[in-house]
């Protein structure tokens, strides 16, 4: 059974950053795309930002382009989530997904296999 394990959450005031970062448990595992989600206070659990293995190409959520940075560190089969100019609306749980199988919106988060435990990430003014 493939954990994923997050960390680098944490607490920042507005315009801070921080990086999280999420290892898959199992060296072996051969993910097709890696993503982050993330669930704000009273919010449904939305799509923040995707890596698809393969070539790397990243994929974002309007509401943090140009502000969060996907990246993938194969050899330690963890990835990155660069957020820069927080604001508030930021503040969720964030959560890492891997899917196993090609194909399917990044945003489909049935289509997902493994799923992190999920790390705070709260921004205050």
């Known amino acids: 059974q493939v954990q994923l394990v997050e960390s680098g959450g944490g607490s920042v005031q507005a315009g801070g950053s921080l990086r999280l970062s999420c290892a898959a448990s199992e060296y072996t595992y051969r993910p097709k795309r890696m993503s982050w989600f993330r669930r704000a206070p009273g919010k449904e659990r939305e799509g923040v930002a995707s890596?698809?293995?393969?070539?790397?190409?990243?994929d974002y959520a309007d509401s943090v382009k140009g502000r969060f940075t996907i990246s993938l560190d194969i050899a330690k089969k963890t990835v990155y989530l660069q957020m820069n100019s927080l604001v508030p609306d930021d503040t969720a749980v964030y959560y890492c997904a891997a899917r196993s199988q090609y194909g399917g919106t990044w945003t489909l988060q049935g289509s997902y296999n493994y799923w992190g435990q999920g790390t705070q990430v709260t921004v205050s003014s």
């Open positions: 890596i698809y293995i393969d070539d790397r190409t990243p």
